[in-house]
DNA sequence: AACGTTGTCGCAAACGTTTGCATAAGAATA
DNA sequence: TATTCTTATGCAAACGTTTGCGACAACGTT
């Protein structure tokens, strides 16, 4: 590859018979420079095909415009929908993202979130690892760069913090069984304590409160890895029951879909003798049979807010107080596995 | 946040009374600086937590090892793999990634093209939006920057391209359904012509071919946008002829799980009456009843194949010749649509 | 006629790093 | 002892851009 240099600022100036000031300033819109200057210069600058080396640019005025982003595994749809909406906002601001996958490992997370300071971005968005225990490195980061942490999060890092009603939304699944009728509402859950798992157990628990159900611990099971083959092993032991729920209420919508493929298996009616909510709007919530009554969480939203307070906090650093956790409303897909016309 | 600057050679080196070009050669381990010093640099350069600053480096020595990447849509399982792929080897080999996302739209990826040479990274991955037409965009960006195309490619520009093995994938696959005793196979394309569809469907045409069966136009199905949607609508055409097929290839997994829907919704036996093979092996395939056999696509291996052809190209700029197109073995896996033990 | 104002533009420094070249001291050789 | 060779270090330039400050006209105002 013939590796032509890029046109610079001196080229232009030379050309022109200005000073390099005069072409930069005349670029950038600078009033103090003559209408008829700019004219000429924007057009040799065309002409010539000149972009400015952001490199420079960055090294210059120690701004980057780069926002690193650290997810836990990015081929989850739920977390690719959130990147979507990250790279959206982040272009339509003039920003440019840089992603790495801590793929849940703790140490690894530390080591890119160093290299992303190092790099030089402007700021940070993160969804945490799982068993993130180690949050000395993650403070100390956060004393020189703007943090916003989205979904995954933890309420030991004071930044702001953007996720979904997470409590509202599992106690609004769960009333809707209530309003079915159901009196026996199981719940598959995550043993860890994992953030987003306690909050919806505590929606579980309100909505039962609330609805004056007694709460029975032989209903509620949990389990390190909250996925299909679990959910599917989790059920059963509920059927092994002597007195089965009539409900379950799965904080996943894999575990509610290895719920399924497993009452399918032991006959089971649904959602007459037992019904199924999920939580995630999967695309799998749509394909299995019946189709799942899951939480649409709107990833795409989620990404697009994240970057709008990563922004605020980078163009304005002095507003400390800005700390804040900002909940995004969801709402519940009605669909076979809860209903029967 | 109390935006204290990071330390800086110069610092270094005023602590030290050395100069900074020795702290420079220091910490990278020149042969010219004694091992006694080097020792008192290094140390001294963990106790205050150096770091180099990337972007004067790489403004330096104009190599930033940022490798860009444009893909049509990250939230994609196929796709988001195969930047799993891309983000474990870039990772590995020290390179970071920056990812934008085309949205399919040719204007936008030309856009990116630009931006991401301007920003001055090492080389550029891309797969292509739907519909590329304008090349010589993109051709220009080649003259200055290492390029390799993965998944939607093309063969008009001239760079190592990475796909799997379409046609033969699709070959055998539709050669498992000849070895069922299937006669009459039906195939859900793209109108568009696609660079993965066209092979697929020449493989389907080979496969055919291959075993003496009539090519039959009425059981070419087309579509523009292949989607679950189009795949049961097709699917009803199908079973609308007069001489049904008595098994569907869908050029992709969404496709074939339409068709298996309506399959069901006109109470065909699935396999025994009609077969169905998809491709993809998306995470869907499993969900369905019944499971569909399809074509497993290795992503990650994709992502890390591309990644270390860009870097060789990256690294050895010299090798005009080496362009090649890579093809990544795939594997059909047989499960409950297309079989019966 | 002297002054202040305004509009254009250039000079030069600065950002942090790498690297070719020069330099100094000491070691080895003649 | 004089010379050349190592070894270890420093000087200064360079990468492309932005920006504070100063220079210099050409005005209009007293």
Redesign the interface.
């Known amino acids: 590859?013939?590796?032509?240099r890029?046109t610079t600022l001196k080229e232009l100036a030379n050309e022109l018979k200005l000073s390099i000031s005069t072409v930069s300033r005349a670029l950038n819109d600078h009033p103090d420079i003559s209408p008829a200057t700019k004219e000429i210069v924007k057009n040799l600058a065309k002409k010539k095909h000149y972009?400015?080396?952001?490199?420079?640019r960055?090294?210059r005025s120690q701004e980057?415009h780069?926002l690193g982003v650290i997810v836990p595994?990015?081929?989850?749809?739920f977390?690719?929908?959130i990147?979507?909406g990250i790279?959206?906002e982040a272009?339509f601001r003039g920003y440019?993202?840089?992603?790495?996958?801590s793929q849940n490992n703790e140490s690894k997370q530390i080591e890119m979130l160093?290299?992303m300071?190092?790099?030089?971005v402007d700021g940070i968005l993160m969804s945490l690892a799982k068993k993130t225990a180690a949050l000395d490195a993650i403070l100390q980061i956060?004393?020189?760069?703007?943090m916003v942490l989205f979904d995954k999060v933890s309420d030991k890092i004071p930044c702001t913090q953007i996720v979904i009603d997470e409590e509202e939304a599992a106690y609004n699944a769960v009333e809707h069984l209530i309003n079915l009728g159901k009196k026996r509402i199981a719940i598959l859950k995550e043993t860890e304590n994992s953030f987003n798992s306690e909050k919806r157990y505590a929606g579980y628990l309100r909505a039962l409160r609330n609805n004056e159900i007694a709460i029975d611990e032989k209903i509620i099971l949990s389990t390190e890895d909250i996925s299909l083959k679990n959910g599917s092993r989790l059920t059963r032991m509920l059927l092994s029951l002597k007195k089965r729920p009539d409900a379950i209420f799965a904080i996943t919508d894999n575990a509610a879909?290895g719920a399924i493929k497993a009452l399918h298996k032991f006959n089971v009616k649904i959602p007459q003798e037992i019904a199924v909510v999920g939580f995630s709007n999967s695309?799998?919530s749509t394909?299995?049979?019946p189709a799942l009554t899951t939480v649409d969480q709107p990833?795409d939203r989620i990404g697009r807010t994240a970057v709008a307070y990563l922004i605020k906090e980078i163009e304005n650093?002095d507003n400390?107080e800005a700390i804040k956790t900002v909940e995004i409303k969801t709402s519940l897909l009605v669909r076979d596995s809860s209903f029967t016309a």
């Open positions: 590859m013939a590796k032509k890029t972009a400015p080396n952001l490199f420079a960055g090294f980057t780069i595994n990015i081929s989850h749809l977390t690719s929908t990147l979507k790279l959206e272009e440019r993202v840089i992603i790495s996958e160093k290299t300071t190092q790099f030089g956060l004393n020189h760069k703007p879909i695309v799998n394909i299995i049979q990833g650093p400390d």
